[in-house]
């Protein structure tokens, strides 16, 4: 007698309808955790820097950090998506390693870069020149040893990822829209990033911001004074407003802080005043 073997047997079981959904919603997660990652990282590390910057008479220098924040956001964004679909814990590990240690060089090395293209771009006298030079001091390992503890905080995030974000999925709205469960499940451990990413040494651009701000506070110091010994206000504050005693008819008015040079080192800036008074 013919007898027939169950169908069943051979049938694969397909993904339902909500698991395809749910795995859609898991990925985007982690797309949105690599994106709040990216901009802790960027706020961390940039925004006491950039309101420093802003208190100064230069003109635009933020073109490399722009450039820089926008490469961390989208790499993070980028890291976060693929982790979260792959999701195996230890390609996810290998994946954040990999991005914190570029980060952690770009950081250092990308502003200098987007800052001469913005000059190039602006002042055809400056093509192709380097204006801003890596420093001959510092080699690239340097911003990864000096990063350990942002490099540690990303390997934690890393290792928890897929618990937190089988935590946020849980918590989003019947519709899949983030709830502010889900988004403070996110946001806060990236805090933790923004901590590490302020503590990451700045080995790159303190001489020239540092420069500028010397070069401001004294022609400021200077004009303000009231006195008639700018030689002993100079000893009472420990500022050498003195310098400039000879100059001060001509350092009236607007004027704009431009980099001048820094030597190989890293280490000597010098600050050029262009003043619209013409002096």
């Not at 030079?133 to 390997?155: D, K, N, T």
């Amino acid at each position: 007698m013919a007898s027939t073997e169950p169908v069943t047997d051979h049938l694969l079981a397909l993904p339902s309808q909500d698991d395809s959904s749910k795995r859609a919603s898991y990925i985007k997660l982690g797309a949105g955790n690599g994106l709040l990652i990216g901009l802790a990282v960027v706020t961390g590390f940039w925004l006491l820097k950039v309101i420093a910057l802003s208190r100064l008479p230069v003109d635009f220098p933020y073109a490399g950090i722009i450039i820089n924040a926008v490469f961390i956001v989208a790499i993070c964004t980028l890291t976060g998506w693929l982790t979260s679909r792959v999701n195996k814990t230890w390609l996810t590990l290998l994946l954040w390693l990999g991005t914190a240690v570029i980060i952690t060089i770009s950081l250092g090395g990308m502003p200098l870069i987007g800052q001469n293209w913005f000059i190039w771009l602006t002042d055809a006298r400056f093509r192709g020149l380097p204006v801003y030079e890596w420093p001959e001091r510092i080699l690239w390992w340097y911003f990864v040893v000096g990063s350990f503890l942002f490099l540690f905080i990303m390997l934690g995030l890393a290792l928890l990822q897929d618990y937190r974000l089988e935590r946020a999925q849980l918590e989003l709205k019947g519709n899949g829209r983030w709830s502010i469960r889900t988004f403070l499940i996110l946001f806060l451990p990236s805090l933790l990033v923004a901590l590490g990413a302020y503590a990451i040494p700045d080995l790159m651009h303190n001489a020239a911001r540092e420069g500028l701000a010397f070069a401001q506070q004294g022609i400021e110091g200077s004009r303000s004074y009231t006195g008639d010994d700018l030689f002993g206000y100079s000893l009472e504050t420990g500022f050498n407003y003195s310098a400039l005693e000879g100059v001060l008819p001509e350092i009236e008015g607007p004027y704009t802080l431009i980099p001048g040079e820094m030597d190989a080192a890293g280490s000597s800036f010098t600050a050029v005043a262009h003043f619209d008074n013409g002096a």
